[in-house]
């Protein structure tokens, strides 16, 4: 079992950054592949972008992404980030981060496919 606590949401205006953190308990975080999902409102949980468990490796759902949200993870703190820069009103949403415990050898892109959540934090992009 491993508990996830996001924080570093808030209100920014378009063009501006964000650093999200997530942080995890317990000595097993190496071992999960982490995501940040997000969802606005009315829509369904997406995955943003997901980092392999030595933090070598990441997918991102969307490859217009890559030039401005950044996944990164420290194992030794036992936490993961995501660096936002260039927000968009559209960025707008609630971000969770998500531990996948599962040995598979694809990236996990469903959110039934990750075993544990934080609570999420908000982020609001104004234009």
């Known amino acids: 079992q491993v508990q996830l606590v996001e924080s570093g949401g808030g209100v920014v205006q378009a063009g501006g950054s964000l650093r999200l953190s997530c942080a995890a308990s317990?000595?097993?975080?190496?071992?999960?592949?982490m995501g940040w999902f997000r969802q606005a409102q009315g829509m369904e949980r997406e995955l943003v972008v997901a980092?392999?468990?030595?933090?070598?490796?990441?997918?991102y759902v969307d490859d217009s992404m890559k030039g401005r949200f950044t996944i990164s993870r420290d194992n030794a703190k036992n936490t993961v980030y995501l660096q936002m820069n260039g927000l968009k009103p559209e960025d707008t949403a609630v971000y969770y981060c998500?531990?996948?415990?599962?040995?598979?050898?694809?990236?996990?892109?469903?959110?039934?496919?990750?075993?544990?959540w934080g609570q999420g934090t908000q982020v609001t992009v104004s234009s």
């Open positions: 998500a531990a996948d415990r599962s040995r598979r050898t694809v990236w996990g892109t469903q959110a039934n496919q990750y075993d544990y």
């Open positions: 317990g000595r097993t975080f190496r071992s999960y592949v």
């Open positions: 980092i392999n468990r030595s933090g070598s490796s990441t997918y």
